[in-house]
């Protein structure tokens, strides 16, 4: 109980830095806006009337949404592919025989370029959501597949001394001890996501945060391009803290 | 009951001597069984083989004779005897799980375990917020709900002070009344005072070299045993 109220106290401390480091952030942006007063560079005041402007016309809130349901479709997609894959890969010997050096292989091309190509099959909205789902599978596959090849021997003995079969060993031992590496990597698969999100909905043009902000650049709305580059970047920041806090909790339990 | 070893043999891989060669065997039930032995000479490795653990080579282990059915031996390891993203309650209720047990059994003799175990207050806590003793506690817990015939322990008061060494070897009496409990243990002093019937492994390939009761006599006949099997090495 009192290891848990530190915790809590620890995350607060920390939370407190980082609102205080936005708060500097945004009075440094006011300052710098006003005394070189550049059309690029809109006062913060300005941002933010344009965000409630946004926001009251109901545009912003349907942007995100269409913005948030392609990252979540594509990182469940991508969750569901990288962990049982990632899981084939280690815990088999056909699956590191043969999946392993595939992932391995296929990691490193520039999978970004891949959207114009997405777009022929896969039609303009799911061109979009596959790219973020294979940018995304990545991350998780590794990390599972990581975990998964050194779960500690003397847990799986355990379980293996009950009578348990292969699937209670994957059931009891693998999957709980690979799900902080799994965390880890969806962490770090959605800070990506985010980003490719901005490349493919700025691809082709139809709706969510991307479109958004590439719409309003051609249109030299600039206080408009910020208000969308902000509410992109808290969406982004917001998941992140999310899983880490999860990642948190769970760690706290264990050790 | 009789755990009967037959013509064990096994070897680690990439190693050239056996651990074990057409080694055999029996003890017998109800008592509590101590096997001596210095460090590395497989006394873990013969726990893991019987534990189902490790595979021989050749040779066999049965129960009177018959094959050693799921839940029927429960293995408590030197370190990590939990599961530690379980609570104590799942980690009892584990092996009950893995042998197919209803969910409404299964919760009677968890319940009814951890009690005996003197740990049911610690059903919903994970192993990391328990003592090194209540840890085994809950391990043997984990042998009374899944009924197991043979209970094997690997230095199970090793890293414990000395008041919870002697809790746990009034557990561990008590349950070698109903049950074949197998404890190995360098402790050689507490082996020989809490012991039913000591066994002294040795040799490589290992060997039985003696056997005799624990107690008070029990000092001096290890004694000639050291000097013939280990000279002063021990």
Do not use: C
Not at chain 1, 34 to 46: D, G, I, N
Not at chain 1, 133 to 153: D, Q, V
Not at chain 1, 199 to 216: C, K, Q, R, W
Not at chain 2, 192 to 213: C, K, N, Q, T
């Amino acid at each position: 109980m009192e290891q848990a109220k530190a915790g809590y106290r620890r995350v607060l401390q920390e939370l407190l830095v980082v609102i205080a480091a936005l708060i500097l952030l945004v009075a440094l942006w006011y300052v710098v806006a006003v005394t070189y007063e550049k059309p690029y560079l809109p006062a913060p005041s300005q941002v933010v009337l344009e965000l409630r402007e946004s926001f009251t016309r109901g545009v912003l809130v349907e942007n995100a949404l269409i913005t948030l349901k392609r990252v979540v479709t594509a990182i469940l997609i991508a969750l569901i592919l990288g962990f049982s894959s990632g899981l084939l890969a280690s815990r088999t010997a056909a699956g590191s025989r043969v999946l392993r050096p595939i992932i391995l292989a296929t990691y490193p091309i520039p999978h970004v370029t891949l959207i114009p190509i997405l777009l022929w099959i896969l039609g303009v909205e799911w061109s979009k959501i596959a790219v973020i789902a294979i940018i995304t599978y990545y991350p998780i596959a590794l990390s599972t597949m990581e975990w998964a090849t050194r779960t500690p021997r003397e847990y799986e003995d355990l379980v293996k001394s009950m009578g348990g079969s292969r699937l209670h060993i994957i059931l009891y031992v693998v999957i709980p001890y690979i799900i902080p590496g799994l965390l880890t990597g969806l962490r770090i698969a959605t800070s990506t996501a985010y980003a490719v999100v901005f490349i493919a909905e700025s691809f082709v043009l139809t709706g969510g945060l991307g479109a958004l902000i590439e719409d309003s650049w051609h249109r030299f709305d600039y206080p408009a391009v910020y208000a969308y580059v902000i509410t992109l970047a808290t969406m982004g920041i917001t998941s992140y803290t999310i899983i880490w806090a999860l990642e948190k909790a769970y760690m706290r339990r264990l050790a | 009951m009789k755990l009967y070893i037959e013509n064990l043999t096994f070897k680690y891989r990439g190693d050239s001597v056996y651990v074990l060669d057409s080694f055999s065997y029996t003890f017998e039930s109800p008592r509590l069984h101590v096997i001596l032995g210095p460090n590395g000479v497989g006394k873990t490795t013969l726990l893991k083989l019987i534990a189902g653990v490790l595979s021989p080579l050749k040779g066999s282990i049965t129960i009177d004779g018959g094959l050693i059915a799921k839940g029927s031996v429960t293995y408590v390891p030197q370190d990590n005897e939990l599961l530690p993203w379980l609570t104590v309650y799942t980690n009892v209720e584990l092996p009950l799980r893995i042998a197919g047990v209803n969910g409404g059994e299964r919760r009677q003799r968890v319940t009814e375990a951890l009690k005996t175990m003197g740990v049911l207050g610690y059903a919903n806590r994970y192993p990391k917020h328990l003592s090194g003793g209540e840890r085994k506690r809950v391990a043997l817990a984990r042998a009374l709900a899944s009924d197991s015939m043979i209970v094997l322990l690997d230095e199970p008061t090793a890293n414990l002070d000395p008041r919870s060494r002697e809790i746990l070897w009034g557990y561990l009496k008590s349950l070698a009344k109903g049950k074949l409990v197998l404890v190995v243990t360098h402790d050689v002093s507490e082996a020989l005072r809490e012991g039913d019937l000591i066994h002294v492994l040795a040799g490589r390939p290992a060997r039985i070299v003696d056997v005799f009761e624990g107690g008070e006599e029990a000092w001096s006949r290890l004694r000639q045993v050291i000097g013939v099997y280990y000279k002063s090495s021990w």
